[in-house]
C-alpha cells in the first residue's frame, strides 16, 4: 500500500539536523523516516503535548517529582520568608 507524502522544507539549526542525522545512522532509516518516527514518538508519549494548561502543569510537576510533602514544605518555607521580610520592612528595616 502506498504511502502519500508531502515534501516540505524546514528550517533547522545545525545542532538538530546533526542530530537528526546521528538517529537516523542508529537506526538505519533515511533522515525522513527518523523524523516521522520522532514526531509520532513525541505526540503520543510526550504528556506536555496538550492543549489543556491544567495537563500540562500536571506533567510539569510529575516531571518535578514535586510530592504533596514537598511542596506542603516549600509553601511554608515561602510564607516564613515572606513573613520576615513583611515584618523587616514594617519595622523600617526595608
Do not use: C, H
Not at 509520532?40 to 503535548?49: G, K, S, V
Not at 502543569?57 to 504533596?68: C, I, N, P, T
Request: proline share 3%.
Amino acid at each position: 500500500m502506498a504511502v502519500t507524502t508531502i515534501k516540505s522544507t524546514y528550517s533547522l539549526d545545525v545542532a538538530t539536523v546533526a542530530t537528526l542525522e546521528e538517529i537516523a545512522r542508529r537506526w538505519g532509516v533515511p533522515k525522513s523516516e527518523a523524523l516521522r518516527r520522532a514526531i509520532r514518538a513525541a505526540a503520543q508519549n510526550d504528556p506536555e503535548i496538550t492543549s489543556d494548561p491544567l495537563q500540562a502543569f500536571s506533567a510539569l510537576q510529575r516531571s518535578l517529582g514535586l510530592s504533596k510533602s514537598k511542596a506542603n514544605a516549600w509553601n511554608r518555607r515561602i510564607r516564613a520568608e515572606r513573613r520576615a521580610a513583611d515584618s523587616g520592612t514594617k519595622s523600617g528595616n526595608g
